[in-house]
Nanobody
């Protein structure tokens, strides 16, 4: 079955960095684009970054553009989110996502907290 397992969240100071990882299994990872979403308290889940199956194209939410970088290693079935210059408003649970034609799959999420 499809599994997405995020790791790398934690508490970081304003301006600091974190790298999130999402280990995927149960599907042919190299064939699918991957996404990172986040959900802050009392807010809707929002798309943060996406990457194509080959990694040759990425897109970002305006709020993170220039600070976050999504990447993937198809040999390791893993997608990453490098987060730099973190701000208190980046505080959220971050989720890895893969979208199939008929289903969406999500990881359990990893908490990111930024202290001011």
């Amino acid at each position: 079955q499809v599994q997405l397992v995020e790791s790398g969240g934690g508490l970081v100071q304003f301006g600091g960095s974190l790298r999130l990882s999402c280990a995927a299994s149960g599907f042919t990872f190299r064939m699918f684009g991957m996404n990172w979403y986040r959900q802050a308290p009392d807010k809707e889940r929002e798309l943060v970054a996406s990457i194509t199956s080959t990694g040759d194209s990425t897109t970002y939410a305006d709020s993170v553009k220039g600070r976050f970088t999504i990447s993937r290693d198809n040999a390791k079935n893993t997608v990453y989110l490098q987060m730099d210059s973190l701000r208190p408003e980046d505080r959220a649970v971050y989720y890895c996502n893969v979208r199939f034609p008929l289903n969406d799959y999500w990881g359990q999420g990893t908490q990111v907290t930024v202290s001011s």
